[in-house]
């Protein structure tokens, strides 16, 4: 509006800063370290299946004869199953344990899958680590989906309203940023909509982990685009904190996605398929991990009183102007 250039000059230097930051980011490499060869099922295991008969069963077949076409292109270290993978509670059904480490020593890999618990007398939704020895290591779910999961503190009085939503029992939500151990590279596994929640992967950094295993199940959203989003949310975590992250979704977007956001592998909604690839450690701790929204949160404040000393400035400019105005 005044015609001045120089109104242009640090908005072109802000961009000439980021544009060279960004592609200096890009250039350096991002197989640095120990690789993980990893290895991704997706049985796309249509939401109305599951939970009728013998489901169960079918599923944990379909899961290992999926795996064992897996364990053909190649060796892995690690083996990512879907959040839903496993339907039966693992401290209730005798024999699953044992049918786990058993197709995790058959592909001489772990195995992460997801499977509920009910030890020590709590139900939680846990992901599960297997390897030749048998159970490894358990996270449970600390953000647990509103009503279908659990019922919400202050609206609870609601859940009978949605009938088929909460009709089971609900979880307790878990407590610890739990770290997986049995690779060369510490990872940790958000489930479902957890990737979604960026200070709960920079807890997950920060108590150790260079790895990213994302287990879900976006079947019950069809083809709205909610599987696009939900991947959408894990790329924008693999920059944040510069780590790899591991996406095994039951009915898909299963992905490989590098620690610039960018989506090396992936396997579409609802496509039956699996994923092999190398991934490897985090790299130095980002701003974000090491700080958090601290950085963000202090420049705002400073726009804040920066806004608030020049409105008071403007105000007693204003009362010193019709002071001195002369009576007429």
Same mark, same amino acid.
């Given at each position: ?21 960004? &592609? ?9 370290? !120990? ?62 344990? &044992? ?5 995790? &020593? ?12 009910? &030890?020590?007398?709590?139900? %939680? ?11 490894? %290591? ?5 953000? *647990? ?20 939503? %909460? ?8 407590? *610890? ?12 596994? !958000? ?6 929640? !960026? ?67 992936? *396997? ?5 398929? %699996? ?8 790299? !130095?701790?980002? *701003? ?41």
């Amino acid at each position: 509006a005044r015609r001045d250039a120089r109104a242009l000059v640090a908005p072109a230097a802000l961009l000439v800063l980021a544009g060279g930051f960004g &592609a200096q980011r890009l250039s350096i490499p991002r197989d640095e370290g !120990p690789p993980v060869r990893v290895g991704v099922v997706q049985s796309s295991v249509p939401q109305g299946e599951k939970f009728r008969g013998q489901s169960a069963t079918r599923k944990l077949e379909r899961h290992a004869h999926l795996t064992s076409q897996l364990a053909s292109r190649g060796d892995l270290d690690l083996l990512v199953w879907s959040e839903t993978a496993v339907e039966a509670d693992l401290d209730e059904t005798p024999g699953l344990a &044992a049918a786990l480490r058993a197709i995790a &020593a058959g592909s001489d890999a772990l195995l992460v899958t997801g499977a509920p618990r009910s &030890a020590v007398g709590r139900r %939680t939704k846990a992901v599960v680590s297997f390897d030749a020895r048998g159970l490894r %290591t358990s996270y449970d779910k600390q953000r *647990l989906v509103p009503f279908s999961e659990e019922d919400p503190e202050f609206i609870g009085f609601a859940a009978p309203l949605l009938g088929p939503v %909460t009709e089971d029992e609900p979880y307790v939500p878990g407590k *610890l940023a739990t770290v997986f151990d049995g690779l060369a590279v510490p990872f940790a596994t !958000p489930i479902g909509f957890e990737i979604t929640y !960026p200070e709960l992967a920079r807890e997950f950094r920060t108590a150790g982990a260079e790895l990213l295993v994302n287990l879900s199940n976006d079947a019950s959203f069809g083809r709205t685009g909610y599987a696009e989003m939900h991947l959408g949310h894990a790329v924008l975590r693999a920059v944040e904190l510069r780590t790899w992250v591991v996406r095994g979704a039951n009915a898909g977007i299963s992905a490989v996605i590098d620690p610039a956001g960018r989506v090396l592998e992936r *396997l579409e909604v609802f496509e039956t398929g %699996t994923l092999h690839s190398r991934v490897f450690g985090a790299g !130095p701790q980002t *701003l974000y991990v090491r700080y958090g929204d601290g950085p963000i949160l202090a420049i705002l404040a400073v726009i804040v009183v920066i806004g608030l000393g020049r409105a008071v400035s403007r105000r007693v400019g204003a009362r010193s102007v019709t002071r001195r105005r002369p009576v007429r």
